[in-house]
């Protein structure tokens, strides 16, 4: 069965700083894997996704992610990171076989200190 | 703009008095999912809709139910809302055919149970 581990719950940054969320997954083939950010009484956003081809994935906000197959990890980052970004994050992995529901990470909150 | 709207943004309800979450999606999706997520925690699937068959997880409570009268609305009943049932709720949408796992979600309902 696919999972992912998302080793942090949380993580605190000084704003400006540069910013890497873990992920790490379990998955039988090759993924589709996602980021989600989900600020305060808000639901979950989008910030990218990962099918195939070019393992370095760009998003809004500013953020990337890497896919690294070798080590079962899609991190998240963010070169200077605002005081907007505080939030949740969510990692994700898609469904298998012929299911179409994803799996979630149960999350890692940054916090940010101005 | 396509999107994902809850109604209301917060409910107030009291100790078994029943209470009704809506969903309504401009995106013309035909995977439609409610969530419960609970303060730091990862959202969990209360059950979907895949055009007009219903699908219900396993430890999903008998005291909630769902309605999907039609492409793009969707409805979650809660019969009798105990404390335990406090949580934001959370609705979705996704495509099966185009982007496996790749889900858009409404900005959820804050439910208090007094």
């Known amino acids: 069965a696919q999972s992912v581990t998302q080793p942090d719950i949380h993580i605190t940054v000084s704003e400006g700083a540069s910013l890497e969320l873990r992920c790490n997954y379990s998955?039988?083939?090759?993924?589709?894997l996602f980021w989600y950010v989900q600020s305060p009484g808000q639901g979950l956003q989008l910030l990218l996704k990962?099918?195939?081809?070019?393992?370095l994935v760009q998003g809004i906000k500013g953020f990337e992610a890497e896919f690294k197959r070798s080590q079962s990890s899609f991190n998240l980052r963010k070169p200077s990171v605002h005081w907007s970004d505080a939030a949740e994050y969510f990692c994700?992995?898609?469904?298998?076989?012929?299911?179409?529901?994803?799996?979630f990470g149960r999350g890692t909150s940054l916090i940010v200190h101005p | 703009d396509a999107m994902v709207i809850q109604n209301p943004r917060y409910q107030v309800t009291q100790f078994g008095k029943p209470v009704t979450l809506s969903c309504s999606q401009t995106?013309?999706?035909?995977?439609m999912y409610w969530y419960q997520q609970k303060s730091s925690q990862a959202p969990k699937l209360l059950f979907h809709?895949?055009?007009?068959?219903?699908?219900n997880e396993a430890d999903t409570p008998d005291n909630f139910q769902s309605r999907r009268p039609n492409t793009s609305f969707c409805f979650l009943d809660i019969r009798s809302p105990g404390l335990g049932d406090a949580a934001m709720y959370l609705c979705?949408?996704?495509?099966?055919?185009?982007?496996?796992?790749?889900?858009?979600f409404g900005p959820g309902t804050r439910l208090t149970v007094l």
């Open positions: 998955y039988g083939a090759t993924p589709y």
């Open positions: 995106l013309n999706h035909n995977v």
């Open positions: 809709y895949y055009d007009k068959d219903f699908n």
């Open positions: 994700a992995v898609g469904p298998s076989g012929g299911s179409y529901i994803p799996t």
């Open positions: 979705a949408t996704s495509r099966k055919q185009v982007t496996p796992g790749e889900q858009f």
């Open positions: 990962y099918f195939s081809g070019d393992t």
